[in-house]
């Protein structure tokens, strides 16, 4: 599967954006999703996560209360909603995609534990 990330942008602190990230294929309905991003000079680092019915939604706790991921199969689209935005969440970001339906929370916050990955969307927050 091909997923293509966007939305991203620059944004001041304070601010909203929300990312979208369209697959390619019609099987999206059984993939787990996974949203990382990686600020410079830093390791790639979990976001948030939702199972592929949309059922469970797990996020890091950074973002939590300030961030929301969903899912519309309908569209093959996940988004991240990003609200409140700091310049600590300055990054690029990255949606990723996990075929096997099985899944945890602990799980989905595991980078290796994704089969696909989207080439990222560029966030930058301003103070």
């Known amino acids: 599967v091909q997923l293509q990330a966007s939305g991203g942008g620059l944004v001041q602190a304070g601010g909203s954006l929300r990312l979208s990230c369209a697959a390619s294929?019609?099987?999206?309905?059984?993939?787990?999703m996974g949203w990382f991003r990686q600020a410079p000079g830093k390791e790639r680092e979990f976001v948030a996560a939702?199972?592929?019915?949309?059922?469970?939604?797990y996020y890091a706790d950074s973002v939590k209360g300030r961030f929301t991921i969903s899912r519309d199969n309908a569209k093959n689209t996940v988004y991240l909603q990003m609200n409140s935005l700091k310049p600590e969440d300055t990054a690029d970001y990255y949606c990723a995609a996990r075929r096997d339906e099985y899944y945890s929370g602990t799980l989905l916050r595991r980078k290796n534990e994704y089969d696909y990955w989207g080439q990222g969307t560029q966030v930058t927050v301003s103070s």
């Open positions: 294929r019609r099987t999206f309905s059984n993939y787990n």
């Open positions: 939702i199972s592929w019915s949309g059922g469970s939604t």
